[in-house]
T-cell receptor
Framework: KAGVTQTPRYLIKTRGQQVTLSCSPI?????VSWYQQTPGQGLQFLFEYFSETQRNKGNFPGRFSGRQFSNSRSEMNVSTLELGDSALYLCASSSFVGNNEKLFFGSGTQLSVL | QQQVKQSPQSLIVQKGGISIINCAYENTAFDYFPWYQQFPGKGPALLIAIRPDVSEKKEGRFTISFNKSAKQFSLHIMDSQPGDSATYFCAALYNFNKFYFGSGTKLNVKP
């Protein structure tokens, strides 16, 4: 079974630009969540989608948005990039069926904002 | 504010020693507490997890100790090996599908 795939692996953008990150979950998983990882801050929850509906949202500004498609693939968009948005963005998928709360993470997209 | 507080930020242990990482939480509604291991260039991977009705769970060299009254839990790595060198994150699950992660502990096991 293929794991969680995130593209692109690396991105370099300048302030003010926007960026779209993509995530393909494990086949059969309907939940996709996004996290921002920065040194010293750990993983900060951005949002979670289940069957195309956003179920949870973290404390990030409205510049951060996402969506999920009918095939469970998800995209995350950041508009008007700021220097502080430089981070590793991780996507995780889960089946969340019964008591299975295990998250499967992709390798992430490393975003650098110059 | 940080829902799950993790310490230490970094840890150096000699090969064969015991590595201990601690986490504390405030929200008593959390009902699942996993630990994730992350190697450089990779995403975190589930290592071991515990539910609050159990005080300890052991899988091989890895043990979670859980103290519900103190709202603390910890990861113990026995006989630490250089291959265990990684960043470790504790986490807590809220409302079935929202995870809160600690800030991470970078473990370095010296040969």
């Amino acid at each position: 079974k293929a794991g969680v795939t995130q593209t692109p692996r690396y991105l370099i953008k300048t302030r003010g630009q926007q960026v779209t990150l993509s995530c393909s979950p494990i086949s059969g998983h309907r939940s996709v969540s996004w996290y921002q990882q920065t040194p010293g801050q750990g993983l900060q929850f951005l949002f979670e989608y289940f069957s195309e509906t956003q179920r949870n949202k973290g404390n990030f500004p409205g510049r951060f948005s996402g969506r999920q498609f009918s095939n469970s693939r998800s995209e995350m968009n950041v508009s008007t990039l700021e220097l502080g948005d430089s981070a590793l963005y991780l996507c995780a998928s889960s089946s969340f069926v019964g008591n299975n709360e295990k998250l499967f993470f992709g390798s992430g997209t490393q975003l650098s904002v110059l | 504010q940080q829902q799950v507080k993790q310490s230490p930020q970094s840890l150096i242990v000699q090969k064969g020693g015991i590595s201990i990482i601690n986490c504390a939480y405030e929200n008593t509604a959390f009902d699942y507490f996993p630990w994730y291991q992350q190697f450089p260039g990779k995403g975190p991977a589930l290592l071991i997890a515990i539910r609050p009705d159990v005080s300890e769970k052991k899988e091989g060299r890895f043990t979670i100790s859980f103290n519900k009254s103190a709202k603390q839990f910890s990861l113990h790595i026995m006989d630490s090996q250089p291959g265990d060198s990684a960043t470790y994150f504790c986490a807590a699950l809220y409302n079935f599908n929202k995870f809160y992660f600690g800030s991470g502990t970078k473990l370095n096991v010296k040969p």
